[in-house]
């Protein structure tokens, strides 16, 4: 093995070394926590605990592969293939399978994701006759969610007077009866969801004690990253665990936990001592990701923070440029400042596309960015936007595979029986399950036995439904006898999905053909790395296993391709980019509204901002927009406080941008002084290049005047008599710009402007919205 020493710091070396007890590795942003969690399994197995002895828990399947893959370099793949190492999920989930039966399960239970949950769950709302605009799908999901996360079953949410009086004022009583339907539903068709993995594990770990002392022997050292992401079912699995031998090493940095809407609890992190007293903290302060500036910017910010654990971040790199903060007029400005932005550190410094990242808050702010890297020519992607399976033709399919290893599975079936269409309509859907909640059976057991449950429908429709069981069950022996990707090409074919899919030529059409392929691709090579990690037999089951615990990390296979990179801040945790841009800085945007009057949520907000700083390396830019489009008109915004909580030593703004506005409700927000240079250089990028456009009129807001609204000149007169060329405007959408000609008559009359961030444009005066600046 390679000698440790050498490449770990003294605090890392520390880290890894201490095996003897419980141990909380604070790791502050760009400090290595992999490395560090990578040495210290080489380091247990090197003093002689055996790998299948050790339990490494992670939160990305990306993460547990990195990791098993540092590892097999450090001390051969022979040792780490039996390291049990994976996400909270896929963990549980290989527990539950080999337990399946003491918990009413059988070992080939699927799996639903958010969307298969949510399907149900609309079923169930239409079934009980509600409205779902009060019973709302997603957040009747969301509170299921919460209940199965603080392992709450149906029957407790259903006893507890503070839930019900909550769903009472809520408007939505009935809650409880549709998580009781929904539970029962699931385990009736031998399916669980995400949560379940987590419930049923604690339910499992409580009601079978010797089940308990099993694990708790086998897993002699246990490693969790991330904990400060950890949620109440998660948290009470590793301490149970943990009870025996109390050899848990956790990592993490409370300074990004940001979760909590998904149930993460920062006091898991907060308060392990309090769990572990003789537990050793070691914190990782040294930052080898960003710039000293970045890093002391970013340490500023959330020293803010009341709830943390005090910790200094450094960094020994260059001091590197301050961070840029940088004023626009309105939202579209915004997208063209960093779209030039962009083209100008491209040029300057020979960077590529995919060097770059703009962080937003929410998805609904990329539209305005889209169209500016468009307008440029620059290539970009959105992460986390529709991922590969979750796209129609390939979630056909995977319902195809789940039913052929679980034909219990409901929202499966329902999803395949008359896909491709083979003549079982809505209906006839409806009258299965019906028969199967009236006889509490799966609509598997029915359509097998349509006589013997009372199924009304004509011969015609029973022969077809006949026909598609037939399928399904001869799929389900070949399953048997070939590999995951035989039986998968086999299925494609004869289901008749592939026909279906190449019968269509359009754009479209050839788009899901490709999907397909893809697909069968990625199954291909599932089996041959398998193959090459020793395994044999490796089916269709081990396939699904894998794939339905995949996250939007797993799945990106585009990260490495020239494009600029957009995303949200949430999004962003453990990636790192060159070039950073965080817009939308402003109030009750970025703080939340609906989190900023609460310190709670205030503070985990600020975190989520340090989250998105140290994603930098070596540029940081913040903007934030004094006017934004929403709900059809024009709102003044004022800046975020969180900009005002930054040491001004580390911040690089011009003069009055960041004077006055912070959380407050009014409008004045002082515009800056810009120093017009229109060089000969940033003419030439694309942008500048552009055709000259035409605006049509929106909602003016308070600050401006059409042009035809005659005022005295001293106060900036906008008429149409008064611009001239060589004036330079202010512009409610485009920012500060010249006027370089005027051309037509009194009605016609327009002018062409050179505008600072925004390009060429032609205004129309009689709607422009603008005032005289000089």
């Known amino acids: 093995m390679t000698d440790i020493t050498e490449l770990l710091n003294p605090q890392q070396l520390a880290a890894v070394e201490y095996i003897d007890g419980p141990s909380l590795i604070i790791a502050g942003a760009g400090s290595g926590k992999t490395r560090v969690l990578t040495y210290k399994i080489a380091y247990l197995i090197q003093k002689g605990l055996m790998p299948q002895n050790i339990l490494a828990l992670t939160f990305t399947n990306k993460a547990a592969r990195e990791m098993k893959e540092r590892i097999a370099d450090l001390i051969g793949w022979r040792y780490a293939r039996y390291l049990w190492m994976g996400t909270f999920h896929s963990v549980f989930s290989r527990i539950l399978r080999a337990e399946a039966e003491k918990i009413g399960f059988t070992a080939t239970f699927t799996i639903f994701d958010s969307a298969d949950s949510r399907n149900l769950i609309k079923t169930i709302i239409k079934e009980f006759a509600l409205d779902d605009k009060v019973y709302k799908p997603g957040k009747v999901q969301s509170i299921i969610s919460t209940a199965k996360n603080g392992l709450i079953s149906p029957q407790m949410y259903a006893q507890n007077k503070e839930l019900l009086d909550y769903d009472q004022r809520s408007k939505i009583p009935l809650l409880k009866d549709i998580y009781k339907e929904y539970h029962g539903r699931l385990k009736a068709s031998n399916t669980m969801d995400f949560d379940d993995l ?126 840029e903060v940088i004023s626009a007029f309105s939202d579209f400005e915004e997208g063209s400042i960093i779209a030039n932005k962009i083209w100008d550190i491209r040029r300057d410094r020979q960077a590529s596309y995919s060097d770059f990242v703009i962080l937003y808050r929410t998805n609904a702010q990329s539209r305005v960015f889209e169209e500016a890297l468009r307008k440029n020519n620059i290539p970009y992607r959105i992460y986390g936007g529709l991922s590969f399976y979750q796209r129609k033709e390939i979630k056909d399919v995977i319902a195809y595979f789940r039913m052929v290893i679980n034909p219990s599975d409901e929202e499966a079936f329902k999803r395949i029986i008359n896909f491709p269409a083979r003549g079982i309509g809505a209906t006839t859907v409806a009258k299965i399950s019906s028969a199967a909640r009236q006889h509490e059976t799966s609509l598997w057991e029915v359509i097998g036995n349509p006589l013997g449950y009372n199924l009304d429908i004509n011969a015609g429709t029973a022969k077809r439904i006949a026909g598609f069981r037939e399928m399904i069950e001869s799929f389900a022996e070949e399953s048997t006898k070939l590999s995951a990707y035989d039986l998968a090409t086999l299925i494609v074919k004869q289901s008749g999905i592939a026909a279906d899919a190449y019968k269509d030529q359009t754009p479209e059409g050839m788009s899901r053909q490709e999907n397909l392929q893809e697909l069968l691709g990625g199954i291909h090579e599932f089996c041959e790395t398998r193959r090459e990690e020793g395994e044999e037999n490796i089916g269709l089951k081990d396939f699904l296993s894998e794939v339905s615990l995949l996250t939007d990390q797993d799945t990106d296979k585009e990260a490495s391709e020239e494009k600029v990179t957009m995303m949200t801040v949430h999004a962003s945790k453990g990636l790192e980019f060159k070039y950073v841009f965080v817009v939308g800085l402003e109030e009750d945007l970025f703080p939340s509204a609906m989190a900023k009057n609460e310190m709670r949520g205030l503070e985990e907000e600020r975190r989520l901002f340090y989250v998105a700083m140290t994603r930098a390396k070596e540029i940081c830019t913040l903007t934030f927009a004094k006017s934004r489009f929403r709900n059809g008109q024009v709102n003044p915004c004022n800046p975020s406080r969180f900009l005002k909580d930054i040491s001004t030593e580390y911040l690089k703004v011009n003069k009055g941008v960041l004077s006055g506005g912070f959380g407050s409700n009014t409008s004045a927000v002082p515009f800056n002084k810009i120093n017009f240079n229109f060089s000969s250089d940033r003419e030439q990028s694309p942008q500048k290049a552009g055709q000259p456009t035409t605006n049509q009129p929106a909602t003016p807001s308070p600050n401006f005047v059409p042009a035809n609204r005659a005022t005295p000149k001293k106060q900036h007169d906008t008429g149409n008599s008064v611009l001239a060329v060589g004036n330079i405007i202010q512009h409610e959408r485009f920012g500060i710009g010249k006027v370089t000609a005027i051309t037509g008559d009194i009605d016609s009359r327009k002018a062409t402007v050179e505008f600072e961030n925004s390009g060429v444009k032609q205004l129309l005066l009689k709607f422009a919205r603008f005032k005289i600046i000089e």
């Open 198 to 323: 987590l419930f049923y594990t604690n339910r499992l770990f409580r009601d079978y004690p010797d089940v308990l002392a099993s694990y708790q022997e086998r897993f002699q050292y246990i490693l969790v990253d991330e904990y400060q992401d950890t949620n109440f079912a998660q948290y009470l699995v590793i301490k149970q665990l943990a009870e025996q031998h109390h050899r848990v090493c956790v990592v993490g940095d409370d300074a990004q936990s940001i979760y909590s809407f998904r149930g993460a609890d920062i006091h898991n992190i907060l308060n392990f001592q309090k769990i572990y007293p003789e537990a050793k903290i070691f914190k990782l302060e040294q930052n080898y990701r960003s710039t000293q500036n970045i890093v002391n910017a970013a340490n500023s910010l959330i020293e803010q923070n009341k709830e943390q654990i005090r910790k200094t971040v450094f960094s020994e790199n260059d001091e590197g440029e301050k961070v």
